[in-house]
């Protein structure tokens, strides 16, 4: 067991205060757009649209991922009204936000006449990535935490019993799932001409068809599917306050997302 004192606040402006698990938020979505910014110079497409996209990202992000945090945590936030805005304090729901940032993001591209399916291949390495970072203020400001645990690396923070970090599994699956689409991402634009390219992921042998990893969309449903995967698994240990049939919120939306993405895989590759 390890013990874990929460850091909720940085320090404080006059009567302002900056939150942790905030400036996490911020630090996340900064890393995640200045990556994206450099791919789409790299790929010529014009910085004014990115700037935009990222704009309406972080606003769908926010808007989604509280949303769907206050239906997953339904009865806390009606004891605790006050705590709706209290954004600061953490408590957003990852599915909620990449949610409504798809839908933003596509309300814009839509209205410029881009493609999208090339705009979200563009995003998704980073924004795997950016949940991960994310993590950090989770587990650095305690929220989002495990149910109760008796493994050597259980945390406890004064007052409570020992718990599962299931803030530390999401960032460690999270890098996981960012390594497994730059190496996809690599495969792809350099271009291999073999039918086949075979590799190796957690034991399991994966067949990419050259033409199915070219398609566009491919990289970002292929997130979809391993994001929904690793999430549906840690979702297990998580501690939620309602569940339906067994099953978290999260792990039905988990479920939802999973089987959109792998049938659209599967039909990418007819």
């Known amino acids: 067991m390890i013990q874990h004192t929460p850091i909720k606040e940085l320090f404080h402006v006059g009567n302002f205060t900056i939150y942790l698990w905030g400036t996490m938020f911020v630090v996340a979505f900064l890393l995640g757009f200045f990556l994206v910014l450099r791919e789409a110079k ?154 086949h390219t075979k590799s190796k992921a957690f034991g399991f042998d994966i067949i990419h068809e050259k033409s199915f990893i070219e398609k566009p969309g491919a990289l970002f449903l292929l997130f979809l599917a391993l994001y929904s995967a690793f999430r549906f698994a840690t979702d297990f240990m998580r501690d939620y306050s309602a569940h339906w049939l067994g099953l978290a919120l999260s792990q039905w939306f988990c479920i939802g997302i999973f089987l959109f993405s792998a049938i659209a895989l599967f039909l990418q590759r007819k």
């Open 42 to 195: 790299r790929k010529k497409i014009d910085e004014k649209h990115i700037y935009n996209i990222a704009l309406l990202v972080l606003i769908g992000a926010i808007a989604g991922g509280r949303l769907f945090s206050i239906f997953d945590n339904f009865g806390f936030y009606m004891q605790n009204p006050g705590e709706i805005l209290a954004l600061g304090h953490g408590g957003m729901a990852s599915y909620g936000g990449i949610a409504f940032a798809l839908l933003f993001a596509w309300l814009y591209v839509r209205k410029q006449k881009l493609r999208f399916a090339e705009i979200l291949d563009l995003f998704a390495p980073y924004v795997a990535l950016s949940l991960a970072v994310g993590r950090i203020g989770c587990f650095l400001n305690w929220c989002c935490y495990g149910v109760a645990s008796s493994m050597p690396w259980a945390i406890q923070v004064a007052g409570d019993v020992p718990r599962h970090p299931t803030q530390i599994y999401e960032l460690i699956t999270g890098l996981i799932v960012f390594f497994i689409l730059i190496k996809i991402k690599g495969i792809r634009e350099a271009g291999r001409e073999a039918r």
